[in-house]
C-alpha cells in the first residue's frame, strides 16, 4: 500500500541531544513538509521541499534541520538549539510540480525530551 | 498573506445533531480548499475537498462549499455519531504547494 510512513511513533529524548525523525513515502511525490503540533493547537510549517535536494524553512525552523538526498526520504533532525522540543511531529507529502492535490500524512512522532 | 480561519472549539453536540463547522479564508489567490481530519494520536486524514469556486466537496456525509463571494468553506453534517468526535482543520493551498491549516476545531459528539 502507498503511503508516508514516520517513525518512531514515541520518541524520548534527553535534554541538549540531536534526535532524526524519519519520514518515508512511496506515493512517488516532488513535495514533503514537516509540522509541529502542540497540544490543542493546529498545524506550524517547520521545514519543506518541493524538489530532492532543495527545501525552504518554513514559519518555525529555527532549532531544526531538514535534507532531501532521496525523493521518498525527507529526515528532520531537532537540534539541542531547539528551546522548546516536545511537541507531536508531522510529516505530509503532496505531488508537487504547480498541481494542487492533497497532502498525505503520516502517523506523526511524539517526541518528549527529558 | 494566507491564512485559514476557523471556529473556536470544542463544539459539543448530541447524536443525530446537525453540524456547521465555520471556515474563512484569505488568499491572494484562488487557493484549492481542503477539511481533514484527526483522530487522538494519529496524523491528519483528508475528508473532502474543492478546487474551484461554487465546487462542493462530499465525503461520509459531510459537505462543504467553496464560496468564493464570501471567502469561506463551512463543514457541514446532517446527523452527527459518536464517531464523528475528532479535531477538524480546514485547510488552503495554491500552485506554490505550501497548505495554510486553521488551528482545528474539536468536536465532541455525545450518545
Known amino acids: 500500500d502507498g503511503g508516508i510512513t514516520q517513525s518512531p511513533k514515541y520518541l524520548f529524548r534527553k535534554e541538549g541531544q540531536n534526535v532524526t525523525l524519519s519520514c518515508e513515502q512511496n506515493?512517488?511525490?516532488?513535495?514533503m513538509y514537516w509540522y509541529r503540533q502542540d497540544p490543542g493547537q493546529g498545524l506550524r510549517l517547520i521545514y519543506y521541499?518541493?524538489?530532492?535536494?532543495?527545501?525552504q524553512k518554513g514559519d518555525i525552523a529555527e532549532g531544526y534541520s531538514v535534507s532531501r538526498e532521496k525523493k521518498e526520504s525527507f529526515p528532520l533532525t531537532v537540534t539541542s538549539a531547539q528551546k522548546n522540543p516536545t511537541a507531536f511531529y508531522l510529516c505530509?507529502?503532496?505531488?508537487?510540480?504547480?498541481?494542487?492535490?492533497?497532502?498525505?500524512f503520516g502517523q506523526g512522532t511524539r517526541l518528549t525530551v527529558v | 498573506g494566507d491564512s485559514v480561519t476557523q471556529m473556536e472549539g470544542p463544539v459539543t453536540l448530541s447524536e443525530e445533531a446537525f453540524l456547521t463547522i465555520n471556515c474563512t479564508y484569505t488568499?491572494?489567490?484562488?487557493?484549492?480548499l481542503f477539511w481533514y481530519v484527526q483522530y487522538p494520536g494519529e496524523g491528519l486524514q483528508l475528508l473532502l475537498k474543492?478546487?474551484?469556486?461554487?465546487d462542493k466537496g462530499s465525503n461520509k456525509g459531510f459537505e462543504a462549499t467553496y464560496r468564493k463571494e464570501t471567502t469561506s468553506f463551512h463543514l457541514e453534517k446532517g446527523s452527527v455519531q459518536v464517531s464523528d468526535s475528532a479535531v477538524y482543520f480546514c485547510?488552503?493551498?495554491?500552485?506554490?504547494?505550501?497548505?495554510?491549516f486553521g488551528s482545528g476545531t474539536k468536536l465532541n459528539v455525545k450518545p
Open positions: 505530509a507529502s503532496s505531488m508537487g510540480k504547480g498541481g494542487v492535490t492533497e497532502a498525505f
Open positions: 485547510a488552503l493551498s495554491w500552485s506554490l504547494n505550501k497548505f495554510y
Open positions: 488568499a491572494t489567490g484562488y487557493p484549492s
Open positions: 474543492a478546487t474551484k469556486a461554487d
Open positions: 506515493l512517488n511525490h516532488d513535495a
Open positions: 521541499s518541493q524538489i530532492v535536494n532543495d527545501f
